[in-house]
Nanobody, 122 residues
Framework: QVQLVESGGGLVQAGESLTLSCAASGRTFSSLAMGWFRQAPGKEREFVAVQSSRGITTRYADSVKGRFTISRDNARNTVYLQMNSLKPEDTAVYYC???????????????WGQGTPVTVSS
């Protein structure tokens, strides 16, 4: 069982930046593709970003492209989501996810974290 624990969420003003972290344990982190999803109140969970196990392949949702950056440090078993130019519509609970490859993470992640809330005020 892979354990994923997010951290770094909080309350920020529009235009500010925030970095989320997700620490993994229970399985070799370097073998997993890692991604981020978010769920706003009353809405379905949506894909945000994903990165392959070696960090070579990266994909972003159009809504965050150019503002968010996903990265990973396999030596520390941690994946990050750097969020810049935050907007009120970015407000959501952000979830870390993992799977065997990027495609699987985007469609049906095998593992989920508990989520960390991000609130962007105007």
């Amino acid at each position: 069982q892979v354990q994923l624990v997010e951290s770094g969420g909080g309350l920020v003003q529009a235009g500010e930046s925030l970095t989320l972290s997700c620490a993994a344990s229970g399985r070799t982190f370097s073998s997993l593709a890692m991604g981020w999803f978010r769920q706003a109140p009353g809405k379905e969970r949506e894909f945000v970003a994903v990165q392959s196990s070696r960090g070579i392949t990266t994909r972003y949702a159009d809504s965050v492209k150019g503002r968010f950056t996903i990265s990973r440090d396999n030596a520390r078993n941690t994946v990050y989501l750097q969020m810049n130019s935050l907007k009120p519509e970015d407000t959501a609970v952000y979830y870390c996810a993992a799977g065997s490859n990027t495609g699987m993470v985007v469609t049906t992640p095998a593992y989920w974290g508990q989520g960390t809330p991000v609130t962007v005020s105007s």
